[in-house]
């Protein structure tokens, strides 16, 4: 237990300026939203804002250089790679329901003192979303996208740059190729027939098993990325 302790705080530590610099620019933002829509209301329409989409981004970006920044550290301290990993995901879990409850909280906020129009993916699915039914995505989506930071990070680390620009140049062709052919209206249509349960169930499915992935790519992974 108290190697997991001191993971997570050494986890949060390599992370801690990043994190109170990106909520404090994101406050100022709210705030700023607010002042406009208060002292401006009568030449402001409408107004909308954006707060989870920021948060994943973020997490996405900050989880890219995971390994590089930790790895070396706790293999020093005696932790083997499998305990490294489930330390990580432990921390993901962590950064994920703190981050949803953030988000849930400032666009409560947001709501009670201002007609300020919030987007959030929730939207695709309830019109009227409760506090828990947001958190709830907003965690599992954040899951997501910490473990697709982590992959891309692991390609990087275990390939080289060659390699890890190769696997970006591959997905942005996938991109590509979806939307000349629109394939991505079958998509959508997928997803507005499916059930939030449903959705919940399949993100969190394949975010657990991108980093099965990504536990077994680390097994015999090097020190020192290639």
């Given amino acids: 237990m108290n190697t997991v302790k001191g993971s997570l705080y050494v986890l949060f530590q390599s992370y801690k300026k990043q994190i109170i610099t990106f909520w404090c620019i994101l406050f100022s933002i709210v705030l700023f939203s607010l002042f406009i829509d208060t002292f401006f209301e009568l030449h402001v329409y409408s107004f909308s804002i954006m707060i989870s989409i920021p948060v994943y981004i973020f997490s996405c970006v900050m989880t890219a250089k995971l390994l590089n920044k930790t790895l070396s550290y706790f293999l020093r301290l005696g932790l083997s790679r499998l305990q490294f990993m489930l330390n990580v995901g432990l921390f993901f879990i962590c950064w994920s329901l703190i981050g949803s409850f953030m988000i849930g909280c400032i666009q409560k906020i947001i709501t009670s003192v201002s007609e300020i129009f919030i987007i959030h993916p929730i939207l695709l699915l309830n019109h009227s979303p409760s506090f828990f039914q947001t958190m709830a995505l907003d965690s599992i989506l954040l899951i997501f996208f910490l473990t697709a930071g982590l992959l891309l990070n692991v390609v990087f680390y275990r390939l080289g740059t060659i390699g890890g620009y190769s696997f970006v140049g591959l997905l942005g062709l996938t991109t590509i190729v979806t939307i000349i052919f629109k394939w991505y209206s079958s998509l959508f249509d997928f997803l507005s027939n499916i059930s939030?349960?449903?959705?919940?169930?399949?993100?969190?499915?394949?975010?657990?098993?991108?980093y099965s992935i990504i536990t077994m790519a680390m097994r015999n992974a090097s020190v020192n990325p290639a």
């Fill in 196 to 210: 939030g349960f449903a959705l919940l169930s399949g993100l969190l499915v394949i975010s657990t098993l991108l």
